[in-house]
């Protein structure tokens, strides 16, 4: 399985080869809450709407009080896409996905020169840094708690074996000129190592890379077991890819950055310091969640102390408008791929193919396509439903379905 793609760049001229993929706009747009309005009119639903809409990528190149940025938003936001981006049909992305994860490749480190995302470098000890100004994070909704870089991919090594590399997706919100808050979920392996370089009093060298290849995204939403501690989800986007993704070294912190990110955000996670996450806005939400609802804000979130910004020339700013099909796809295609391979392992030949729906927003509800041949497959059928639900935690629900079922398609499903 291969695409020509090495980056976010070549994943949008590949698009463009395709009607009805990708849209772009000069009309000027306020990423305070209207970028988000603008595009769930055009269709991907968001912002707590159900259920999810299937919309275009789209590219916003006028946005209000950042004349020199531009925003995209939904580039993940179509099963079909996804597929289009990662070199397979969609009816096989379970299944590809779930090779690339168990066949990892090991990313590279190349020179500064070789890195795209470092032509351009702000740092934070300049008197004119601004977090703020320099990039415009959107809000969206008016009850956010602030601004949030919602595709920002955290990466991460542990203070006691530089070894262990993590990279996952968090939310962040901008709190200052240099600061952001972060909420890492209990468990999650990046915090983690926040832990052990707080309980030794250290800070945590962290960079947020945004604007991505699309394979390093979807990579990047596994999760444990399937990828364990030590498991570096890089790798992921590299066996999609058939090559290694490349990183370079930060010009501000002693971790690495994706070499071929639009922007990326160096800075440290600062041991024995907590913010309320909607400490300038006090409107006791933080953004809207995946199964579409606004969360709460988190009254004690960790700080991350901006050292730099880097950015290629003529940045994207990479965004995800949720809860909508985006956020489904990115959820969804791990949690498939979790699921065959520990089906596939332990009854080989049973499951079919599995869907994460989006009425479950990627995590709350499987469907599982499987073969009977004879009477005992009826008590198989429940064993891969348990191991569907032992691989993946958030796993609520599982439909079983026969061959002759489209797992794609609830009337089908619902009417059998």
Same mark, same amino acid.
């Given at each position: 399985?291969?695409?020509?793609?090495?980056?976010?760049?070549?994943?949008?001229?590949?698009?463009?080869?395709?009607?009805?993929?990708?849209?772009?706009?000069?009309?000027?747009?306020?990423?305070?809450?209207?970028?988000?309005?603008?595009?769930?009119?055009?269709?991907?639903?968001?912002?707590?709407?159900?259920?999810?809409?299937?919309?275009?990528?789209?590219?916003?190149?006028?946005?209000?009080?950042?004349?020199?940025?531009?925003?995209?938003?939904?580039?993940?936001?179509?099963?079909?896409?996804?597929?289009?981006?990662?070199?397979?049909?969609?009816?096989?992305?379970?299944?590809?996905?779930?090779?690339?994860?168990?066949?990892?490749?090991?990313?590279?480190?190349?020179?500064?020169?070789?890195? /795209?995302?470092?032509?351009? =470098?702000?740092?934070?000890? %300049? &008197?004119?840094?601004?977090?703020?100004?320099?990039?415009? $994070? #959107? !809000?969206?909704?008016?009850?956010?708690?602030?601004?949030?870089?919602?595709?920002?991919?955290?990466?991460?090594?542990?203070?006691?074996?530089?070894?262990?590399?993590?990279?996952?997706?968090?939310?962040?919100?901008?709190?200052?000129?240099?600061?952001?808050?972060?909420?890492?979920?209990?468990?999650?392996?990046?915090?983690?190592?926040?832990?052990?370089?707080?309980?030794?009093?250290? /800070?945590?060298?962290?960079? =947020?890379?945004?604007?991505? %290849? &699309?394979?390093?995204?979807?990579?990047?939403?596994?999760? $444990? #077991? !399937?990828?364990?501690?030590?498991?570096?989800?890089?790798?992921?986007?590299?066996?999609?890819?058939?090559?290694?993704?490349?990183?370079?070294?930060?010009?501000?912190?002693?971790?690495?950055?994706?070499?071929?990110?639009?922007?990326?955000?160096?800075?440290?996670?600062?041991?024995?310091?907590?913010?309320?996450?909607?400490?300038?806005?006090?409107?006791?939400?933080?953004?809207?969640?995946?199964?579409?609802?606004?969360?709460?804000?988190?009254?004690?979130?960790?700080?991350?102390?901006?050292?730099?910004?880097?950015?290629?020339?003529?940045?994207?700013?990479?965004?995800?408008?949720?809860?909508?099909?985006?956020?489904?796809?990115?959820?969804?295609?791990?949690?498939?791929?979790?699921?065959?391979?520990?089906?596939?392992?332990?009854?080989?030949?049973?499951?079919?193919?599995?869907?994460?729906?989006?009425?479950?927003?990627?995590?709350?509800?499987?469907?599982?396509?499987?073969?009977?041949?004879?009477?005992?497959?009826?008590?198989?059928?429940?064993?891969?439903?348990?191991?569907?639900?032992?691989?993946?935690?958030?796993?609520?629900?599982?439909?079983?379905?026969?061959?002759?079922?489209?797992?794609?398609?609830?009337?089908?499903?619902?009417?059998?």
């Amino acid at each position: 399985m291969t695409a020509p793609i090495q980056d976010l760049r070549d994943a949008i001229a590949l698009l463009q080869q395709h009607d009805n993929q990708y849209l772009e706009t000069d009309h000027p747009v306020d990423p305070n809450a209207e970028l988000a309005g603008v595009y769930r009119h055009i269709g991907a639903g968001g912002t707590v709407k159900r259920p999810t809409r299937i919309g275009p990528a789209m590219m916003f190149n006028n946005i209000k009080g950042y004349p020199h940025s531009r925003i995209l938003v939904g580039m993940h936001a179509s099963r079909q896409r996804a597929a289009l981006l990662l070199g397979c049909e969609a009816s096989q992305l379970a299944l590809e996905v779930g090779k690339a994860v168990k066949k990892p490749v090991a990313p590279v480190v190349v020179p500064a020169s070789s890195a /795209p995302c470092q032509e351009q =470098i702000f740092l934070a000890d %300049d &008197p004119d840094f601004d977090l703020r100004t320099l990039l415009p $994070a #959107p !809000t969206n909704t008016p009850i956010d708690a602030g601004p949030f870089f919602c595709l920002g991919l955290a990466l991460a090594s542990d203070p006691d074996d530089a070894s262990l590399t993590d990279v996952t997706i968090h939310r962040l919100c901008v709190q200052g000129r240099d600061e952001l808050s972060m909420f890492l979920a209990a468990g999650r392996h990046i915090e983690v190592f926040r832990q052990k370089a707080e309980a030794a009093g250290k /800070p945590l060298p962290i960079t =947020i890379n945004m604007g991505l %290849d &699309p394979a390093i995204y979807i990579g990047a939403c596994f999760e $444990a #077991p !399937t990828t364990p501690f030590g498991y570096n989800e890089l790798g992921v986007a590299g066996a999609l890819r058939q090559r290694p993704v490349e990183l370079v070294q930060g010009v501000s912190v002693p971790e690495k950055a994706i070499a071929r990110a639009e922007i990326v955000i160096e800075g440290e996670l600062l041991p024995g310091v907590r913010v309320r996450e909607d400490q300038h806005t006090n409107s006791g939400h933080a953004m809207p969640e995946f199964p579409g609802y606004c969360g709460g804000a988190n009254p004690s979130l960790p700080v991350i102390k901006v050292k730099a910004v880097t950015m290629r020339n003529n940045a994207i700013l990479q965004t995800l408008v949720g809860p909508g099909e985006e956020h489904t796809t990115l959820a969804g295609l791990p949690t498939e791929a979790s699921i065959w391979n520990a089906v596939e392992a332990a009854i080989p030949g049973f499951l079919q193919n599995v869907y994460a729906h989006t009425a479950g927003g990627g995590k709350f509800l499987g469907i599982l396509q499987v073969k009977k041949r004879q009477p005992a497959d009826e008590g198989r059928q429940g064993q891969a439903a348990l191991l569907a639900l032992a691989t993946y935690s958030e796993l609520k629900n599982i439909i079983l379905v026969d061959e002759d079922v489209d797992i794609f398609d609830s009337d089908d499903i619902c009417g059998r």
